[in-house]
């Protein structure tokens, strides 16, 4: 799935369809090639996010990260917003609203999903969502139109950033435990390093914990080892290949940082119960 529209400028700002279903909305499982952020203000519906199914909730943020497969099952009384935009779109000219800063924090949302806020909060971050709508539907020719798109897409990113810290101190206290910010910092790094490094020592010393330590932060936060963390982000990778594109299973496998197909295939079947080409198969059957 393609920015559509302004594909140049990478960049898409909308309100929500207030009511839909799968049959009205007639949208299959895509997978994005932009980051995406759904604020939705009030309403309910369903949406899936890879294989996760999640509930849309009033005054929550939802990010959809690129790479992620997501489609939408439900909408019902929705009100809100869906923003679109590609890495390139973002402002770069400085540290604190570069590229790099707000992609590696998109790159850490995928693996929540969602934030919700409480009214005050909202209505600061609401305020910015409607200028940067009101500024989209300006005319093209518009002076300064998108350097302004850009720097209001970047405060509301750096507010959801802001408010992910927050929530994230406001977890250390309740818990009393440091540990949180190690197992988020885990997630980041594995989140750019899974296709080519699939041993948590690894991942221990870019952190900077032993592995004993590691293993017993992630346990306590997920209830997996970290092992069984990374080897699942690969096979979620892997179904990714297998549902939205023609690669083989042999380019899927050296695309993950593996050497053999049969090895792969085994390790797939085992975390699936599915063979890659019965799990392709399957796939297309549910479309």
């Keep these: 799935m393609e920015l559509h529209q302004n594909v140049s400028q990478g960049f898409l700002i909308r309100p929500l369809i207030t009511n839909f ?6 949208e299959s499982p895509h997978r994005h090639n932009f980051q995406e952020i759904i604020w939705v203000e009030s309403g309910k519906g369903t949406q899936s996010i890879d294989d996760e199914l999640i509930q849309l909730k009033p005054n929550t943020f939802y990010f959809i990260g690129k790479g992620q497969v997501h489609f939408f099952h439900e909408g019902v009384n929705l009100k809100g917003f869906l923003i679109r935009f590609s890495d390139s779109f973002l402002p770069n000219e400085d540290h604190r609203s570069s590229t790099a800063h707000n992609a590696s924090f998109l790159s850490r949302m ?23 709508h009101q500024e989209f539907t300006q005319e093209h020719s518009e002076f300064g139109r998108i350097v302004i798109l850009q720097h ?15 929530q ?11 540990r949180m910010l190690k197992y988020r910092e885990f997630l980041h790094v594995l989140e750019n390093h899974f296709q080519t490094q699939h041993s948590v020592p690894f991942y221990s010393q870019t952190i900077g914990m032993t592995r004993r330590k590691l293993s017993e932060t992630v346990k306590h936060f997920s209830g997996k080892t970290a092992k069984h963390i990374i080897i699942e982000r690969i096979i979620t990778e892997a179904k990714r290949f297998l549902s939205f594109t023609n690669c083989s299973l042999k380019e ?36």
């Design 21 to 26: 279903n799968k049959i009205t909305l007639d």
């Design 110 to 132: 995928i693996h929540t999903n969602s934030i919700s806020i409480d009214v005050i909060k909202r209505n600061h971050i609401e305020q910015i969502i409607h200028l940067l």
């Design 152 to 166: 209001l897409l970047s405060t509301i990113l750096i507010r959801l950033e802001r408010l992910c810290k927050e």
């Design 168 to 178: 994230s101190l406001q977890d250390i206290q309740n818990i009393n435990d440091i």
């Design 252 to 287: 899927i496998t050296y695309k993950l940082g593996y050497e053999d197909p049969a090895y792969f295939c085994r390790l797939f079947k085992q975390q699936t119960g599915f063979t890659p080409q019965n799990y392709k198969k399957q796939n297309l059957l549910s479309v």
